[in-house]
């Protein structure tokens, strides 16, 4: 059975990982948006590539993200035992022979390394609305 990307859901994921409102998010995205079209938005399966091309632009986040992140695919990742080719897209070992917790620890620690960098881009993102707070 194939599993569909639901993009929308996506976007709210990754918004939720980084601490922004959905009001926060409607305020980047420009004065036609309110809180309202990005919940609406964050229900629809596909967006259009315009949209999802500003949404990575605001939240920083690739929009192949959003196209294609699913966490039932990710979750399957995680919890197999990283056979030989777990990790072939992003990491190139040659012939060194990694026992699987290092495998498990070093996952450990670049999922730590995204989150606080996920941190210091919300800490960025309040200042950002602070200052427009101060303007308005």
């Known amino acids: 059975m194939e599993h569909k990307i639901h993009q929308g859901r996506n976007v709210k994921r990754f918004r939720e990982m980084l601490g922004i ?7 980047d ?30 939240l920083k986040i690739p929009v192949e993200a959003f196209q294609n992140f699913d966490e039932e695919q990710a979750v399957n990742i995680i919890s197999n035992t990283f056979g030989e080719h ?12 990694f026992h699987p917790i290092e495998k498990i620890v070093q996952l450990h620690d670049e999922k730590i390394a995204l989150y606080e960098r996920m941190l210091k881009e919300k800490d960025e993102m309040m200042g950002r609305l602070e200052r427009l707070i101060e303007k308005g």
């Open 86 to 97: 777990a990790f072939s897209n992003s990491f190139n070992y040659g012939t060194i022979n």
């Open 29 to 58: 995205l420009g004065d036609d948006w309110n809180q309202k079209k990005v919940s609406l938005l964050e229900q629809k399966e596909i967006i259009e590539d315009p949209l999802l091309k500003r949404i990575s632009e605001v």
């Open 21 to 27: 409102k959905q009001e926060a998010l409607a305020l």
